[in-house]
């Protein structure tokens, strides 16, 4: 059983640019079996790519918090929905091309739902 102390890294799924700087930043980590927290997605990156990732990041046990640009986000929407854990969060970002709307943010959405009108 992972406990939340156990869960210490950040998982980023984005842009170049986005996960460019969340490495530079401290955020990249390689473990022994050379399996990153962080995946650049392009317009090249087959979406079963993209999906294997973030399923791999949920399953992981040391990551806490999923960082995915919402544009990428909205490509696996469906896995995102169907994710109802505390662990890891996953937390939609902009990116330097596509700015944040709130109306397709998945814990913005859960929000609006449990506390009805009054969180618009």
Wanted: hydrophobic share 40%.
């Amino acid at each position: 059983m992972a406990y939340q102390k156990d869960r210490t890294l950040i998982a980023v799924i984005g842009d170049e640019d986005t996960v460019t700087g969340l490495l530079l930043a401290g955020v990249g980590h390689i473990d022994a079996k050379q399996n990153s927290n962080f995946l650049v997605v392009d317009a090249k990156t087959p979406l079963a790519k993209l999906e294997e990732s973030f399923l791999d990041f949920l399953k992981r046990k040391d990551i806490g918090i999923i960082l995915i640009n919402q544009h990428i986000a909205e490509d696996i929407r469906a896995l995102i929905d169907d994710h109802h854990a505390a662990f890891p969060t996953i937390l939609e970002i902009p990116s330097k091309d596509h700015p944040y709307d709130p109306a397709k943010d998945s814990v913005l959405k859960r929000v609006q739902k449990l506390f009805g009108d009054e969180a618009r």
